[in-house]
């Protein structure tokens, strides 16, 4: 059981935006890796606070966690909350810290103003992944197979001589407010306060080599085409002792030959004979469950919406599904033999070919309507 993020920043469930980020505030100073060297419990109350604050801080993620719990996040592998690094918490910062960036009151703490080391993270990859409607209709796992940089065995470090592994440079200026003093990223170690000593052949300047990896990905049901889910650690690792970059995985959708989507329904368009309509039928229709028959009553409308509940798409936020549309077209015939002819001819002004639209004969515009409501 996941733990309450209200209970893990110390907080009530009606806590204002001010009091949550307080609260993070003060989680985080008091959990922050710098102040807890190697210290593996602390590390795990500051990514937990950070998660929570993730999801708090944000008022549309708060609503859907208020509301579903940590459902809400769940099966989206990379939706939301969850799965957070060192580096997104440091993002986080900007916002928390505010003024307190650059001013100095944090300088002992790494990704701050004050310098120190920071762990690098290496570089995302992107892929593009295509689903089938039956894929997106139930969600899929998909394995792909991904090349991704690596940390080549044999690699050995040793402290950067030219900040001598503090990962920062101090530079002097002379301005006319007098001397000052500034900070930047070692360029001779990218920050990490290490550069390698010897590597293997088959290693780059940075001791990465390329590997082959096969990697699965979760995708949830009800994604839609543009959508990007992330693989938390499967890009490129980071040189040194950085953390690896994340796989984005774009979402492409193929078109399906007879079922159009629109949002978690489906519609499809049956086409019956005259004969059909006039005296009732059963038909197969594509679903994405694969083909089913339906009863198509004697004397169904041309322009009827059959709806199959539940045989659309299942729900991104993984509570229900939408339906499936069948819009009852029927055909009619363009020529006719001799004997048709007559026949349609002797029932033009038969009163039972008469339209007697009732009320459960809805327009158009009122089905759409409802379809809709
Ligand atoms: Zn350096």
Redo the contacts with the bound molecule.
């Keep these: 059981m996941k733990e309450d993020y209200y209970d893990i920043l110390g907080i009530g469930k009606n806590a204002s935006a001010a009091e949550i980020k307080k609260a993070y505030r003060k989680k985080a100073i008091e959990f922050h890796p710098d102040k807890n060297p190697g210290d593996a419990k602390a590390e795990e109350m500051f990514k937990k606070a950070a998660e929570a604050y993730e999801v708090l801080s944000d008022p549309n993620k708060k609503s859907r966690y208020d509301q579903y719990g940590h459902a809400a996040f769940e099966g989206g592998g990379g939706f939301g909350g969850g799965g957070m690094n060192m580096d997104d918490i440091f993002s986080q910062f900007g916002d928390i810290f505010g003024g307190a960036f650059g001013g100095g009151g944090f300088s002992g703490f790494s990704g701050f103003s004050g310098g120190g080391q920071r762990r690098s993270k290496g570089s995302n990859l992107r892929i593009r992944v295509k689903l089938n409607l039956e894929e997106i209709a139930n969600g899929v796992e998909k394995t792909v197979k991904v090349k991704r940089k690596v940390q080549a065995e044999g690699v050995t470090y040793k402290t950067?001589?030219?900040?001598?592994?503090?990962?920062?440079?101090t530079k002097i200026t002379n301005t006319i407010l007098g001397r000052m003093q500034t900070a930047a990223t070692?360029?001779?170690?990218?920050?990490?306060?290490?550069?390698i000593d010897s590597k293997p052949s088959d290693a780059d300047a940075q001791g990465l080599k390329v590997s082959e990896e096969t990697v699965s990905i979760n995708i949830p049901a009800g994604v839609e085409e543009g959508m990007q889910l992330k693989v938390p650690n499967k890009g490129n690792d980071a040189p040194g002792d950085g953390i690896p970059g994340d796989l984005l995985v774009a979402i492409e959708t193929e078109e399906h030959p007879t079922l159009k989507r629109e949002g978690d329904n489906l519609h499809y368009d049956l086409y019956i004979s005259y004969s059909d309509a006039v005296l009732g039928t059963s038909k197969e229709i594509d679903t994405v469950g694969g083909k089913v028959r339906i009863k198509l009553e004697a004397g169904i409308q041309s322009g009827k919406i059959l709806r199959l509940r539940g045989k659309g798409i299942s729900s991104l936020s993984g509570y229900g599904s939408g339906d499936l549309l069948v819009h009852v077209n029927v055909w009619t015939p363009k020529e006719l033999n001799k004997e048709q002819r007559e026949f349609f001819e002797r029932m033009q002004n038969n009163e039972n070919f008469e339209p007697r639209p009732e009320r459960s004969d809805k327009s158009f515009f009122e089905k759409v309507k409802d379809m809709f409501s």
């Design positions: 950067c001589g030219t900040c001598g592994g503090r990962g920062q440079v070692c360029s001779a170690c990218g920050g990490s306060g290490q550069i």
